[in-house]
């Protein structure tokens, strides 16, 4: 007769941590999925003329329709969509990301931004990194 109890008891240990499981999931903020090896990865690709000018290209192509030509969020498909998008000339908005997490994001993307997965190379996403990055210090020099 115990056999009988303890079953339903494992079933409904199992149901609250599934459940708790995806709620948490759910409720977390930016970036929360990404792991923590990746996160603390340095870029290996330095910040030079030619990484940016690379990495301008696939903003062109892939990436100012929704975050803007300036990096503001205010792209013509995100105005069209009404889409909230961060302001990456403000540089309040990545001050507490590390270079892996914004590479993390740009190859798996985030919430409704696609990822650009495979078809952007390794050194091409860190050049993107570098490029996100970029927009915001252009601001703050032309703010001086």
């Known amino acids: 007769m115990s056999r009988n109890i303890f079953t339903p008891a494992l079933l409904c240990i199992f149901l609250f941590l599934f459940v708790h499981t995806i709620v948490a999931q759910q ?3 930016p970036y929360t999925a990404v792991p923590a090896d990746v996160a603390k990865q340095v870029n290996p690709v330095k910040a030079t003329p030619e990484s940016l000018e690379r990495a301008k290209k696939w903003w062109k192509l892939d990436c100012a ?3 803007g030509d300036n990096g503001d969020g205010k792209g013509s498909l995100a105005t069209d969509m009404k889409l909230k998008i961060a302001d990456f ?12 997490e914004v590479f993390y994001v740009i190859k798996k993307g ?3 931004m696609p990822p650009e997965g495979d078809r952007v190379k390794v050194d091409e996403n860190w050049d993107l990194v570098n490029y996100v ?3 915001a210090k252009e601001k703050t020099a032309a703010a001086k």
């Open 27 to 29: 409720l977390a903020g």
């Open 65 to 67: 329709m929704c975050h």
């Open 89 to 100: 000339t403000d540089p309040a908005t990545l001050k507490a990301r590390t270079d892996g």
């Open 110 to 112: 985030y919430q409704d």
């Open 133 to 135: 990055r970029s927009l």
